[in-house]
């Protein structure tokens, strides 16, 4: 069984950074492709980010292309999410689990709240 715990989120201005982490307990890390997700109120989950088992696929929501950067420690069974140029519209809900087609039904955590001002 797998545990998502999400940390890093906060009120930052437009236009500010931030770096959210997302650690994993539980066996088979290393061998999951893992993703980002975002939820704002009255919204649907959606994908943010993901990547696969060593890096080397990384896909992006065109939202948030030229602007996220995610990557992994597998080592350290750790997720990050690095937010630069975040804008109001970035305001959600960040949650991580493993990266597969559609959204997944289980193992979420209690996610992050990333705010972004005006």
């Known amino acids: 069984q797998v545990q998502f715990v999400e940390s890093g989120g906060g009120l930052v201005q437009a236009g500010g950074s931030l770096r959210v982490s997302c650690a994993a307990s539980?066996?088979?890390?290393?061998?999951?492709?893992m993703a980002w997700y975002r939820q704002a109120p009255g919204k649907q989950r959606e994908l943010v980010a993901g990547?696969?088992?060593?890096?080397?696929?990384?896909n992006y929501a065109d939202s948030v292309k030229g602007r996220f950067t995610i990557s992994r420690d597998n080592a350290k069974k750790t997720v990050y999410l690095q937010m630069n140029s975040l804008k109001p519209e970035d305001t959600a809900v960040y949650y991580c689990?493993?990266?597969?087609?559609?959204?997944?039904?289980?193992?979420w955590g209690q996610g992050t709240q990333v705010t972004v001002s005006s």
């Open positions: 990547i696969s088992t060593r890096g080397q696929q990384i």
């Open positions: 539980g066996r088979g890390f290393s061998i999951n492709a």
């Open positions: 689990n493993i990266w597969t087609s559609g959204i997944p039904g289980h193992y």
